[in-house]
DNA sequence: ATAAACCATACTTAATTGGTATACATTGTT
DNA sequence: AACAATGTATACCAATTAAGTATGGTTTAT
């Protein structure tokens, strides 16, 4: 039950990319010395990133990378989707093969954990990086 | 954010003595034939949930598991944590040393996967294995 | 006494995650 | 036009974690 350490990173990156709000891109140096973020590492996380459309990147010298959409308009599901593909706390529920035994289709723990799953998501949705910039995130 | 394949096995074996709810105990090999789970992986796995009270054991000739409470005073997350350990969403949730850098104590990312986590568990708490043999869990 | 069960520990293998390397494409500057 | 500074793409390697297996032991009904 775990978010995988590059889901992490990419939190933390598209929140300081908000929170720095340039007009220039930032250098993928930079932000990788910020954030403490192996380079190549970033750079393959960044990808992910740009082909979800949450951030822009700029090629060649002086590009870089920015933000691509408002930060209220960023979930935290959005990003770690973008990094690790759709949410499924267990195999059985994107592949009825692994419903342990095929019994009655979808077994009693298959529903409960759907259950998990759906308020989850759910959660993960409902926080912006605009609510976790202006504190809004209260537990 | 997944629940192991070793979780899973978990649920639906306590699930299993649940709904036998018998007065003699399942002999391990029987169970794991039932539920297609490896015989010497099963030992494991009932060891670990014997030392957290939700099984009993029974050894020697004859011996087997049965369920060790009612199941309305099982959850999910009983057997998930007895299985994982603790439910950390995020290692710097449970180490700081891991919050990236160490910025303000706690950083914002922190708070708001602090607070989905909290959200999480208390949902995992809030499903007994009676409401799953109920089938009281909807979605 | 014996056989059928579970217990404990350690080991091995497989899968996933995290990180690196190489070669390439784009673009601003000189 | 050449160059250097950037990002891109793909493939590879390493570390960690999860899954499964093996060996030898203990308990207990018969």
Redesign the interface.
Known sequence: ???T?EG?YA??VV?YLCKENMNEPKKSKIISEH??IPLRFLLKLFRKLNKAGIIKSFRGAEGGYSIAKSPDKIT?KDI?EAI?GP??????IYDADFC??NRTNT???H??????Q???VE??EN?TID???K?E???
Not at 111 to 116: E, V, Y
């Open positions: 039950m775990r978010i350490q992490d939190l933390r929140l954030e403490k935290l770690i690790d949410i499924f706390i267990n195999r059985c342990n035994l077994c009693d723990i529903h409960a954990l759907l259950k998990i759906k308020r989850l959660d993960l926080i609510n976790v910039i504190g995130v209260q537990f």
